[in-house]
């Protein structure tokens, strides 16, 4: 679970790599039958159906705990840390791009995470870290991104659905539309978002001024935010420019102390994180992270606060970084 080779647990357990690789499996197995017994139990059912033991209040911990467990199911079957198991994953055709050693010598390289496999100013130090110079390692590179770009649609696509089937039934159309839009109507789309978590929108370019930014919040906990709305068509990312845009638009409008958030549809460029590391009053916040984001304040797992202190953080919001509640009072607790 940890990435160490099996040779070496079964010098320090004086126990037969077999042996080991079945016992590995058979405990995946074993949790990932936990996990759907615990699914099952807290799937909707008849209340004279559910286990005696089961208390209904604790139907939340119980779900957080199915994704952990299957995890650890997961991590056993690559033998893989949790952070790289994605890693695992990674196809062409129908073959592996990686080998686990491979695997964990990005993970020690810096990358781990898939902006940094797809950062191009960063290229030479992937294929350094992949192997020595040669027309193989260059071509090793080019497919780990190529199958990197292709994981992270069909990742989008998971989160999408999921993000759609936990939401009520007169937000679900608003989602979608958000992730089909682009330009003026992705602006439009985040409009109708921010009218349905009830979070004002105090002004917005409506083409009365100059280079104004696309909208002005200042119902959020702390600072105002001047949000701006970059997109792209899916296979193309955000770049620098765009994503700075904002901090022209914000200061020529007199709103230079504001904090600043560009919104990325689909993506951020991955070099840009690393180019805006020295600005202390900007955001960059891909779509998918922010839905999952307005999500979890709409199904009352997130505050309003929590949100506002999770989107005012220089640098990129991230959906993993998002506190995570289990009750189901954050939305009437932090509203603005």
């Not at 159309?173 to 979070?199: H, M, P, T």
């Not at 930014?213 to 959020?220: A, N, Q, T, V």
């Not at 620098?240 to 958030?261: E, M």
């Amino acid at each position: 679970m940890s990435g160490e080779n099996i040779r070496v647990i079964e010098g320090a357990l004086n126990v037969r790599s077999g042996t080991l690789l079945s016992m590995f499996s058979e405990a995946a197995n074993i949790l990932r039958g936990l996990a759907d017994i615990l699914f099952s139990i807290t799937a909707p059912q008849d209340t004279e159906f559910l286990p005696t033991s089961f208390d209904p209040a604790s139907k939340a911990n119980i779900i957080a705990l199915i994704g952990s467990i299957r995890r650890i199911a997961a991590r056993l079957d690559v033998g893989l840390p949790d952070d790289i198991v994605w890693m695992s994953t990674l196809e062409d055709g129908s073959q592996p791009v990686l080998a686990r050693t491979q695997m964990m010598s990005l993970r020690s390289s810096g990358f781990g995470a898939p902006d940094a496999i797809l950062d191009t100013g960063r290229f030479p130090s992937l294929m350094a870290t992949l192997g020595p110079p040669s027309m193989q390692t260059t071509r090793l590179a080019q497919k780990l991104q190529a199958a990197v770009r292709d994981w992270r649609v069909e990742e989008r696509t998971r989160l999408v659905e999921s993000q759609i089937k936990r939401l009520p039934a007169e937000c679900k159309s608003i989602v979608q539309k958000y992730y089909r839009s682009r330009e003026k109507e992705f602006e439009s789309s985040l409009e109708e978002v921010s009218a349905c978590l009830n979070i004002a929108i105090s002004h917005k370019d409506d083409g009365a001024a100059q280079s104004f930014p696309d909208f002005i919040i200042e119902s959020l906990p702390g600072n105002t935010v001047s949000i701006e709305c970059k997109s792209k068509v899916v296979g193309d990312s955000v770049t620098f420019n765009d994503a700075t845009d904002i901090l022209r638009k914000a200061s020529v409008n007199g709103f230079h102390q504001s904090f600043k958030v560009t919104v990325c549809q689909p993506y951020i460029s991955p070099d840009v994180i690393r180019n805006i590391t020295n600005c202390p009053d900007l955001c960059v916040v891909n779509a998918e992270d922010l839905a999952e984001a307005f999500v979890r304040i709409k199904i009352g797992k997130l505050t309003v606060s929590e949100f506002s202190d999770w989107l005012q953080r220089p640098g990129q919001a991230l959906r993993d970084t998002i506190p995570s509640r289990t009750t189901n009072n954050a939305l009437q607790s932090g509203s603005a």
